[in-house]
Every structure is written in structure tokens, then in C-alpha cells.
């Protein structure tokens, strides 16, 4: 069964980064391409980050040029660099592996961002 498992969340001010990380177990890391998803209260989850099996990567507009993801295959991780982060970044944040038809989540991790 595939396992995805975040860290990284917390607290922090308006203004300071954050990265999170994603860990997959039991998949082929590689042929998956990978997502950052947020959901704030109230709110749709929505599409933050995404990087294909070819390191191709697309960015919400509310997070471009502040957000950056990342994968390492042979540590079979992805992660999102938070710069310059504000309040309305505060959200859930869920890792997402895609192959095909198989769509597999993480618990999510609480970013908090104070103003």
C-alpha cells in the first residue's frame, strides 16, 4: 500500500519561509508524478504545486515566484519551499502521488502563517 507521510508544518510569521517534505514508501517513487494540494477552512482544496516524472513543474498564480517544488528520487521525496509567506497561505497542505489511475494522499500537514 503506498504511503505518503508530510512534515514540515507549523507556525510561522508573514514574511518567513517554510519547507515541507513528503516521504513515499511501498511505490516505484520515480514513475509518479507528485503534487503539493492545499485546503483551506472553508475552502476547495486546491493545486499548489506539481512536478511530472520529468521535473516539469507548474505553480498556482498565488504562489509563483514564492513557492518551489522539488523531488529526489533516490530518497524517494518531494518537497515545497515556502518563501515570503502570507496569512492567506495558511491552509492543510497535502502531498499527492498520480501514475494512471492511481491518485494516492497524505494525512496533510497545518501551515499557520500570522500576520
Known amino acids: 500500500q503506498v504511503q505518503l507521510v508530510e512534515s514540515g508544518g507549523g507556525l510561522v510569521q508573514a514574511g518567513e519561509s517554510m519547507r515541507l517534505s513528503c516521504a513515499g514508501s511501498e511505490m516505484i517513487f520515480s514513475s509518479f508524478n507528485m503534487g503539493w494540494y492545499r485546503q483551506a477552512p472553508g475552502k476547495q482544496r486546491e493545486l499548489v504545486a506539481h512536478?511530472?516524472?520529468?521535473?516539469?513543474?507548474k505553480y498556482a498564480k498565488s504562489v509563483e515566484g514564492r513557492f518551489s517544488i522539488s523531488r529526489d528520487n533516490a530518497k524517494n521525496t518531494v518537497d515545497l519551499q515556502m518563501n515570503s509567506l502570507k496569512p492567506d497561505d495558511t491552509a492543510v497542505y497535502y502531498c499527492?502521488?498520480?501514475?494512471?489511475?492511481?491518485?494516492?494522499w497524505g494525512q496533510g500537514t497545518q501551515v499557520t502563517v500570522s500576520s
Open positions: 512536478i511530472t516524472t520529468g521535473y516539469e513543474t
Open positions: 499527492n502521488a498520480q501514475r494512471r489511475l492511481m491518485d494516492y
